[in-house]
Structures are given as C-alpha cells and as structure tokens.
C-alpha cells in the first residue's frame, strides 16, 4: 500500500464503525457475529491472525472470549482506534503493517481470519498463500467476504476458488440473514472456512 491508500484509509478510520455491521454496537448484531466466528474458530485460547483488522471490532470481540488475538492493518489511524477499544481486554495487540505480506510468524497461529480484506488484495491468490503460512498444520482459515452490488469484491465461487486452488479445503456459508447486517440485503455476502487440506 502507497501513502495514498493510507491517508484515505485513515480518513475512514473515524467513520468505520458507524455500520451496523462494523461496529457492532448492537448487543443483537455483536451477539450473531460472536456465534458465526465462535462456531468456526478452535475453541479459546487459539491464537489468532486478524488480518486487516481495521478498528479492531472483531479483535476485541474475540479477546473478550479468550483468545489471543495479533491484529494488523496498514492505517495508523485504524490501529490507533483499534488499540484503544481493546484497553482493558487481555491477550490483544495490534501492528501497523500490510495485510497482504504481514510479518507475523510462520506456523504460529491457531486460525487466520479476515473480513472483507481478500476481494481487496492486489493479487489474492498471492495474499491468501502468504496468509496461509502463518497458520499452524492444524490451523483454520476463516474469511468473511462479499460481492456487493456496486459491482466490488469477489463473489462465493471466486472465494472457494481461490481456496481450493491453495489446496485446502473450504466450507461455504451465506450469510444472507439482517441480523449481521442490520439490515435486509440484496449482495453476496458470506464466510468461507477451510480447516485443513483437501
């Protein structure tokens, strides 16, 4: 990423949480999103890479469940919010850097989890075999992704695709339900799980 990308990811920063989705806010919305990622992670205290972490939302979310979270994205902003929102929860700490080469340590990680990060990537093939080093052979792979109907992001095919092609397994839920969103949805929206090789 270019100073250009981080400037206007830091202008975001202060506006990210104010979907329904983002923030989690909603006791209702944060409750449904703890389930989803409850249900696919190993249980607590797995390690996790949170990749592309933005404000830390679902870092925090997982900290405050036992996990032991590292969570990175490029916009200084983004993990200075996210740095805030987690004093207080133990097991979390955030880097500055860029998701699609993160410098965490190989084979060190219970689970790699990413929200709307991959469609993102330059080359996501690219970025899903660097961020697939970083698990543990026994790791999973969870990402949240979406084809919106502005026409951005990668549609569920695309996704377990690109994970089958990286030789692993993956497992497709939709997630088409308001009660992540906030609201009714017309887009693709979905998670991906790949708990080990083909």
């Not at 979310?61 to 929102?85: I, N, Q, T």
């Not at 839920?173 to 992540?180: A, E, K, L, N």
């Amino acid at each position: 990423m270019d100073a250009e990308d981080i400037a206007i990811w830091d202008a975001e920063a202060d506006v990210f949480d104010e979907p329904a989705d983002h923030g989690l806010r909603d006791p209702a919305i944060r409750r449904v999103w703890r389930r989803l990622l409850l249900d696919r992670l190993p249980g607590p205290p797995a390690r996790v890479a949170d990749l592309g972490c933005g404000t830390g939302t679902l870092s925090v979310l997982l900290g405050e469940s036992g996990y032991e979270v590292d969570g990175v994205d490029f916009s200084p902003r983004m993990v200075e919010l996210a740095e805030r929102k987690a004093e207080g929860v133990p097991g979390l700490r955030f880097v500055q850097e860029d998701a699609f080469d993160p410098s965490l340590p190989r084979a060190s990680y219970d689970a790699v989890l990413c929200r709307h990060v991959l469609w993102a990537m330059p080359d996501p093939a690219l970025a899903l075999a660097r961020w697939l080093r970083l698990l543990s052979p026994t790791g999973r792979l969870v990402l949240v992704e979406g084809r919106w109907s502005n026409g951005a992001g990668l549609s569920a095919e695309q996704t377990v695709k690109l994970v089958q092609d990286a030789g692993r397994a993956a497992c497709l839920t939709r997630m088409t339900s308001p009660s992540y969103w906030g609201r009714a949805i017309t887009d693709d929206r979905y998670v991906v799980t790949s708990m080990g090789a083909m």
